[in-house]
């Protein structure tokens, strides 16, 4: 498999990524928008991008998204907003909607000025993980992420690990993050994932290797090895320190994100490739979809290459489903050791140096 150039979302022609962090005192927290570029949301009829959406978890949180239903009107969205904060957290997308409607980005509904700007969103559970349970992302938050989004130059770079919604993400037993891949397609188009890593499922197996270990590249900067046993056994014996995972409420954790092409798909077509991309989760994630899980994926089509016919649009979905396994596996790769007053997240660089050539 090729990458594209930034191994990231960026290579899908058309978009932009922005984080910002929550501001609130006590939060480990924060939120991230991908947002079509510019040039895209001036065109078509209220501009943006088609989208799908699939969501496979028991405890979902997230907004607008009856209206990705293929059977319903609207084809087009202007951005999409990840972020933490459970349903508390759905109120940063009212910021990415009231910075895009003071650019006049959004669908045309009457005169000059008026438009409703569309920005589905979901959510993971992180409250507390700061200390303070209220603390979470608003408003002003989605809006500093949409004006990062803005500001990211064409050819940039996505940050990933502990960043915009996935400051406060755990990955089952190891901190989680923010990760992104992609993948280039015999036709010549992109297909890339930016992922939310905050499972109940654990990512990493007994052996110390990942789940996803034979998908990964060497551009995700895996490691190459398994984990020696000394560093195994002290794994396990920090294992029992780390902060516990409350059973028996839905919701508690959560994987959420985008799959993206720059090829031209229908509604339908982009609900489908959101619900390939979960295939990934469950390549990566063991187990995955879990009733405390609230895993929602975005499909998202830029149109910026011609509509694949049924091979083309065949192989597009098998990399799909790769790109969002690997994305995963980049989360925790490059997410750090946190520490606040409920407790410490270890990172799986620090957990196993031993599984890098390096030994770091």
């Known amino acids: 498999m090729t990458t594209g150039p930034t191994n990231s979302l960026l290579d899908v ?41 699939d969501v496979r978890g028991g405890g979902p949180g997230t907004r607008e998204t009856d209206l990705l239903d293929p059977r319903n009107v609207v084809e087009r969205v202007h951005a999409v907003c ?39 969103a979901a959510v993971i559970f992180d409250l507390g993980r700061g200390g303070t349970f209220a603390a979470h ?18 050819g940039g770079r996505v940050e990933i690990g502990c960043v915009g919604a996935g400051r406060g993400a755990k990955a089952g037993g190891f901190k989680g993050g923010i990760g992104t ?12 994932a930016l992922v939310v890593c905050n499972s109940l499922g654990e990512v990493v197996a007994p052996d110390g290797t990942f789940h996803a270990a034979d998908v990964l590249l060497r551009e995700d900067g895996g490691p190459v090895r398994a984990p020696s046993a000394t ?22 954790a959560t994987t959420i994100g985008v799959v993206a092409t720059d090829a031209t798909l ?17 390549i990566a994630i063991r187990p995955a979809h ?8 975005f499909g998202l089509s830029t149109t910026q290459r011609p509509a694949p016919d049924l091979l083309a649009f065949h192989e597009l979905l098998t990399r799909a489903s790769l790109v969002v396994a690997r994305a995963v596996v980049r989360a925790v790769l490059a997410a750090e050791s ?4 409920m407790g410490t997240w270890r990172s799986y660089r620090e957990a196993f140096p031993s599984a890098f050539e390096d030994g770091a």
């Open 13 to 53: 022609a058309g978009l932009r990524v922005g984080h910002a962090s929550a501001s609130a005192s006590g939060a480990l927290s924060g939120s991230t928008v991908v947002l079509a570029d510019p040039e895209l949301l001036a065109s078509a009829a209220g501009g943006g991008m088609v989208a799908g959406v």
């Open 82 to 120: 990840l972020t933490g904060g459970s349903a508390f957290g759905l109120g940063a997308a009212d910021g990415v909607m009231a910075g895009l409607h003071a650019r006049g980005i959004g669908l045309p509904t009457g005169g000059p000025g008026d438009v409703v700007p569309l920005v589905p």
């Open 137 to 154: 992302p608003d408003a002003t938050t989605g809006a500093a992420a949409l004006e990062a989004a803005l500001a990211d130059a064409p």
């Open 181 to 192: 891949a992609s993948a280039v397609c015999p036709d010549g188009s992109s297909v890339a």
């Open 231 to 252: 560093d195994l056994e002290a794994s396990r014996e920090a294992a029992t320190r780390v902060p516990p995972q409350p059973v028996g409420m839905p919701g508690l």
């Open 266 to 282: 229908t509604k339908a077509q982009c609900a489908k490739l959101a619900g390939v991309g979960h295939d990934g989760l469950g």
């Open 290 to 297: 879990t009733m405390l899980d609230g895993d929602t994926l």
């Open 338 to 341: 946190t520490t606040t007053p």
